[in-house]
């Protein structure tokens, strides 16, 4: 299915980034999953973040309908916030998703490969931000 909302993780960890997207597109239900990109670590796979790969990893994932990007924590955020305001990223449409990182991608690329719109995947990392475990 094309067209569909993408899915980026940053994390500061190329590893951790790459087995959250792994573990989301395992959990979709479809052997068609919608994209979900890692950007995590620095490009030498050092820990951090990086622009240079945030960008590249928007750039996979965007079909057209936005992209959705989830971050670990502080300075992933503050990455992908500064390159909302400088304007360089390659989607017409990319949020950040208020969400927890792994349940947060399981249900946006969830609700991506369902055909769900960005409203709809944003509204569903908000899900999984309230759920309660207890």
Known sequence: MA?????VLVSHSREVAAATAALARALTGTGDPAPAVPAGGLPDGGVGTSAELVRGAVAEADQGKGVV??????SAV????ALLTEGTLSAADVRIADAPFVEGAVTALVTAS?????????????????????
Do not use: I
Request: proline share 0%; net charge positive; hydrophobic share 45%.
């Open 114 to 134: 369902a055909g769900g719109d960005m409203a709809a995947v944003l509204a569903a990392t908000d899900d999984a931000r309230t759920y309660r475990k207890l």
């Open 78 to 81: 503050l990455t992908v916030k």
């Open 69 to 74: 990007v989830l971050c670990d924590m502080g």
């Open 3 to 7: 067209g569909r909302v993408g899915v």
